[in-house]
């Protein structure tokens, strides 16, 4: 038998350090082409469901109105169910950008 060397015993503990590792990977404006066209696509996809939300609430709040009034029960039900979605999708568009942030930089403190 020939004279082979062993391969170097690595500790556990650096192997754990070795997964560990980071790759210095971080989110960087200006490295792809059509950046400023995919930001100006997504504020009108937002500002589309603002008015589809503007839409929605008046006719869930119409319909609130009339199922009051006529005593229908079942459309002043869905009335307010629309409202209060219509609100809270309004919520959400108009906070979508901020819980993006949020939550990037809160991932971006994870070690």
């Known amino acids: 038998m020939a004279w082979a060397p ?10 754990f350090i070795q997964l560990a590792y980071d790759p ?5 404006g200006g490295g792809l082409p059509g950046l400023s066209v995919l930001k100006t696509v997504v504020n009108s996809i937002n500002l589309f469901g603002i008015v589809a939300v503007v839409g929605a ?3 869930s709040l119409g319909v609130w109105a009339w199922g009051h009034h006529s005593g229908g029960h ?4 869905n009335g307010k169910k629309g409202a ?11 906070a ?3 819980i993006v942030a949020f939550f990037s930089a809160l991932g971006s403190q994870v070690q």
């Open 6 to 15: 062993k391969e170097p015993v690595i500790p556990i503990a650096d192997r």
């Open 24 to 28: 210095g990977i971080s989110p960087k």
């Open 57 to 59: 609430l008046a006719v």
């Open 74 to 77: 079942q459309a002043e039900a």
């Open 84 to 94: 209060v979605v219509a609100a809270g999708a309004a919520l959400g568009l108009g």
């Open 96 to 98: 979508a950008n901020g």
